[in-house]
């Protein structure tokens, strides 16, 4: 059986990515479809909209057959850390391609992208020192860099400066670097000018204006209905209706403001990403800020992007020690989140060969290498109510894999 | 002018507090009456109901001249470290007199009491150990030690296993060991038997009883009317106008929870009195508790008094490390809350005398030192709703001190 691998945050999942299931399988052949997916805390350093486990279940209903945790040292990391996690869970469960989404839809540019840096390499980390003193922040830094540099290069190659490419550039990059053995392949992203029958601009929006959506409109999920496969919808709504809650920073404002006002400097300092005196601006805002989004707009400054800040944020809730977080280069498991009929076969095919230790279950054995992540989970949790926060505290314990048969 | 101490925490101040004020004055001959009160959080290890600036101005009201802050370390302590905390306050503002409340109203027996304990201080000891061993709690087993060593005692001395004798015990040990000068005294305390125009059984009750009511009928302080003056009542009905809050554990567990949650433990093995393991009872309580009360319930062991574990509850939400709280013997500062007209004279008469730097305001000179209690106070607003929280947050900066001249 021949896997295509994708790299997934699913928050939710929407059309788009119903889209790009189906077409990673025509394009490629293969057999099932392997996707590696944050946990409950994602890249841009904020938590998910529902939690893993029912975002699971909306990747099985739309068309992926195992589904496997991106550790949350990985998942809310920068890009290039957030890529070596990826691409080592997928190696190791034996892709033979890799998926991703792309705005022009063609793999040879990421590649002359790659190489093309790779030759000019010196001379880009000079530019990006130099842009750096001056004050950019690190992406608009390696944005400038990359800008300059891009002359240099002769064959044609994926624009760097926007944010879409980097994650990209970045899975070639620890392929490359990781001698992996999967082939990268690129779709075209849908959007609202692309045609289609199932999919035109009328069900095709981003998991961000769907998510902008439910939380402008006192969590109004209805709005959001045909944007998202049946499938998905509901597992939105009777999570909201089981928990109470959907997931979003305010939830988790309260939390941060106790840490920041408990902490000192120092002690924060000991924390992953908080450097050149942040500290002090986290502190002081946190004194007069009534909510997170007046919090960060208070932080905000012109060297720190707002992902970066809030992910320092992330990593002081949670409480990630720089010590914690150093030496992260691949991942040392695959947690199993679910799996279709079809994954399951997959699985029971290859899990033999499989080059990282499967876990389908928390146990005295592996509860230590997964210590962040059930962390993560508990912290998680708090933004429900009781008696629903105990529900969800338990269920990286209680909750076996999902299996899902009904495709 | 000549003044007597007295050591309170006024939550609430009640009538039963104004007749001691009044006793204290009338029994010594003194002008003044300096009290030294704990700020925001409590010896039994709770949040008091309103902040120390509201009960400093119900102490002025009530007869006190000249109120102090005792430090969070000393107010939070245990009966001996509360009590060194106190006396060398009241020592270093020059009182003659310390007044504390008693059953016997007779300060004999105490002195008796720390005689004969002084005499047999290697056997105190021994049992002491002895009935630790066998599984008792500190209370508890120096509640034993005692009452087997009170047979060897001549004279007429007081049961130290009745705790409102402790407190009173310990002051006299502290007078002793830091060769205070001033003379200690007590006064029977009121209770529903004693008669008196002003002071009788229907208007007498204790401050646990005032804060039960309110907390028990959704903040009902209209029936805590007759059991405290007037300035007291109206001072706690403005605060609960002003900021939205009566202070109260519930308020401050989702913090508590989030800080057990987000630890391991290790780091709450950092904190003072985490020891023994009771670090994974509280971690696994936490999970499982849905509110404050359920919490303790679920925590409590023959080993543990409710006070105790009570105490550890609030090192860990105020985050205080073993480290912080070595080498607590006396205090370093006078933090002065308020003053009435009379206590302002006193002030500028001995304040060239004072035997430690006092603080009016907080400035960049004294900012470390008051740093743990500054900490306190920035957690004990965060029960507060925004905006009252942020006016709460800032009062320490921006509060002077109380200026009292109604009487």
Same mark, same amino acid.
């Given at each position: 059986?021949?896997?295509?691998?994708?790299?997934?945050?699913?928050?939710?999942?929407h059309?788009?990515?119903?889209?790009q299931?189906?077409?990673?399988?025509?394009?490629?052949?293969?057999?099932? /479809?392997?996707? /590696?997916?944050?946990?409950?805390?994602?890249?841009?350093?904020?938590?998910?909209?529902?939690?893993?486990w029912?975002?699971?279940e909306?990747?099985?209903?739309?068309? $992926?057959d195992?589904?496997?945790?991106?550790p949350?040292?990985?998942?809310?990391?920068?890009?290039?850390?957030?890529?070596?996690?990826? @691409?080592? @869970?997928?190696?190791?469960? *034996? $892709?033979?391609?890799?998926s991703?989404?792309?705005?022009?839809? &063609?793999?040879?540019?990421?590649?002359?992208?790659?190489?093309?840096?790779?030759k000019?390499?010196?001379?880009?980390?000079?530019?990006?020192?130099h842009y750096?003193?001056?004050?950019?922040?690190?992406?608009?830094?390696?944005?400038?860099?990359?800008?300059?540099?891009?002359?240099?290069?002769?064959?044609?190659?994926?624009?760097?400066?926007?944010? &879409?490419?980097?994650?990209?550039? +970045?899975y070639?990059?620890?392929?490359? +670097?990781?001698n992996?053995?999967?082939?990268?392949?690129?779709?075209?992203?849908?959007?609202?000018e692309?045609?289609?029958?199932d999919? &035109?601009a009328?069900?095709?929006?981003?998991?961000?204006?769907?998510?902008?959506?439910?939380?402008?409109?006192?969590?109004n999920?209805?709005?959001?209905?045909?944007?998202?496969?049946?499938?998905?919808?509901?597992?939105?709504?009777?999570?909201?209706?089981?928990?109470?809650?959907?997931h979003?920073w305010?939830?988790?404002?309260?939390?941060?403001?106790? %840490?920041?006002?408990?902490?000192?400097?120092?002690?924060?300092r000991?924390?992953?990403?908080?450097?050149?005196? @942040?500290?002090?601006r !986290?502190?002081?805002?946190?004194?007069?800020?009534t909510?997170?989004?007046?919090?960060?707009?208070? /932080?905000?400054?012109? %060297?720190?992007?707002?992902?970066?800040?809030? %992910?320092?944020?992330?990593?002081?809730?949670?409480?990630?020690?720089?010590?914690s977080?150093?030496?992260?280069?691949?991942?040392?498991? !695959?947690?199993?989140?679910?799996?279709?009929?079809?994954?399951? /076969?997959?699985?029971?095919q290859?899990k033999?060969?499989?080059?990282?230790?499967?876990?389908?279950?928390?146990?005295?054995?592996?509860?230590?290498?997964?210590?962040?992540?059930?962390?993560a989970?508990? @912290?998680?949790? *708090?933004?429900?109510?009781?008696?629903? +926060?105990q +529900? *969800?505290?338990? !269920?990286?314990?209680?909750?076996?894999?999902?299996?899902?048969?009904?495709?």
């Amino acid at each position: 059986m021949k896997a295509v691998g994708i790299v997934v945050e699913y928050n939710p999942f929407h059309n788009g990515h119903a889209y790009q299931v189906e077409q990673a399988k025509k394009e490629t052949g293969a057999d099932v /479809v392997i996707c /590696v997916m944050s946990g409950n805390f994602l890249q841009r350093g904020e938590p998910a909209i529902v939690s893993k486990w029912t975002r699971a279940e909306m990747a099985l209903a739309g068309g $992926c057959d195992l589904v496997f945790e991106l550790p949350f040292s990985f998942a809310t990391s920068q890009a290039d850390i957030f890529a070596k996690g990826a @691409i080592s @869970i997928l190696e190791a469960t *034996l $892709c033979q391609y890799l998926s991703f989404g792309s705005e022009q839809g &063609n793999i040879q540019p990421f590649l002359s992208t790659y190489h093309g840096l790779q030759k000019h390499e010196i001379e880009y980390n000079q530019l990006l020192k130099h842009y750096s003193k001056e004050g950019y922040s690190y992406p608009k830094a390696a944005s400038l860099a990359f800008q300059q540099l891009q002359l240099a290069i002769d064959e044609e190659i994926v624009d760097l400066t926007k944010p &879409n490419n980097i994650l990209g550039f +970045q899975y070639i990059k620890a392929i490359k +670097q990781q001698n992996a053995k999967m082939e990268p392949t690129t779709i075209a992203r849908k959007n609202a000018e692309f045609h289609d029958e199932d999919f &035109n601009a009328s069900t095709i929006a981003s998991a961000t204006s769907i998510r902008k959506k439910i939380f402008s409109q006192e969590q109004n999920i209805e709005e959001t209905f045909k944007y998202m496969p049946r499938t998905s919808y509901d597992a939105l709504h009777s999570y909201y209706k089981k928990y109470g809650v959907l997931h979003h920073w305010e939830r988790y404002w309260p939390m941060l403001q106790y %840490r920041l006002l408990s902490s000192s400097p120092a002690q924060l300092r000991e924390i992953y990403e908080v450097e050149e005196g @942040i500290e002090f601006r !986290l502190i002081e805002a946190s004194k007069t800020s009534t909510s997170f989004q007046s919090f960060m707009e208070a /932080v905000k400054t012109k %060297r720190y992007t707002w992902t970066r800040i809030q %992910r320092i944020c992330l990593y002081i809730l949670i409480h990630v020690s720089k010590q914690s977080m150093s030496h992260i280069e691949e991942a040392e498991y !695959l947690r199993l989140l679910g799996m279709s009929s079809k994954g399951r /076969v997959y699985l029971n095919q290859h899990k033999g060969e499989f080059k990282l230790p499967l876990i389908s279950k928390v146990s005295e054995k592996n509860r230590e290498s997964l210590a962040l992540d059930l962390k993560a989970t508990r @912290i998680y949790a *708090l933004a429900a109510n009781s008696p629903q +926060q105990q +529900q *969800l505290l338990k !269920l990286d314990f209680s909750q076996p894999p999902i299996i899902y048969d009904k495709r």
